[in-house]
């Protein structure tokens, strides 16, 4: 069973630049979480998608943004890049709603410049 | 919002011995508490988890342990091996969705 899959694993950005992140849940999962990780802040939880719907949203500006698929392959977007938003962003699917097991992805790192 | 907290930051054990990271969590509603092992260029990877009708749970080497009334959960590791060198992350959520509360982390090496 193939696990999450999030693409791209690297990318270089420079601020103002906007960066789409793809991620792709275990077969059968319908709900996928999003979280931001940095050395400072630890994991932050910035949304969660089921049924092509967010449910649940973290404290961040705007400037993020995601959507769900009717697949649930997810992709989060965050436009006008700025240097603090350089993290591992990490994606999470899990079975349905409510708090089951996440199952994590590797992540996309991405370094703003 | 639920705020948790853990300790150490850093542990260094010897093969074998155990070693323990706290939890501590605010919210009183939080029900679940999972722990995550994140290896090097790797996403955190469940490695237990319990509930709050429960107050304790060990699968083989590797134990938590709940209070609900301190409002604390440890994990324990036992004969402890290198490749459980890595960083443990403990996290709070409600049962009503996937918002996970994480701790900062606790780096664990364990020297040969």
């Known amino acids: 069973k193939a696990g999450v899959t999030q693409t791209p694993r690297y990318l270089i950005k420079t601020r103002g630049q906007q960066v789409t992140l793809s991620c792709s849940p275990i077969?059968?999962?319908?709900?996928v979480s999003w979280y931001q990780q940095t050395p400072g802040q630890g994991l932050q939880f910035l949304f969660e998608?089921?049924?092509?719907?967010?449910?649940n949203k973290g404290n961040f500006p705007g400037r993020f943004s995601g959507r769900q698929f009717s697949n649930s392959r997810s992709e989060m977007n965050v436009s006008t890049l700025e240097l603090g938003d350089s993290a591992l962003y990490l994606c999470?699917?899990?079975?349905?709603?409510?708090?089951?097991?996440?199952?994590f992805g590797a992540g996309s790192r991405l370094t703003v410049l | 919002g639920e705020n948790v907290e853990q300790h150490p930051s850093t542990l260094s054990v010897q093969e074998g011995d155990s070693a323990v990271i706290k939890c501590t969590y605010s919210d009183s509603a939080s029900n679940y508490f999972p722990w995550y092992k994140q290896e090097l260029g790797k996403g955190p990877q469940l490695i237990i988890d319990?509930?709050?009708?429960?107050g304790e749970k060990k699968d083989q080497r590797i134990a938590v342990t709940l209070n609900k009334t301190a409002k604390h959960f440890s994990l324990h590791i036992t004969e402890t091996q290198p490749e459980d060198s890595a960083v443990y992350f403990c996290?709070?959520?409600?049962?009503?969705?996937?918002?996970?509360?994480f701790g900062t982390g606790t780096s664990l090496t364990v020297i040969p």
């Open positions: 319990i509930r709050s009708n429960v």
């Open positions: 998608y089921f049924s092509e719907t967010q449910r």
């Open positions: 077969s059968g999962h319908r709900s």
């Open positions: 999470a699917s899990s079975p349905v709603g409510g708090a089951n097991v996440l199952t």
């Open positions: 996290a709070a959520t409600l049962n009503t969705g996937n918002q996970f509360y």
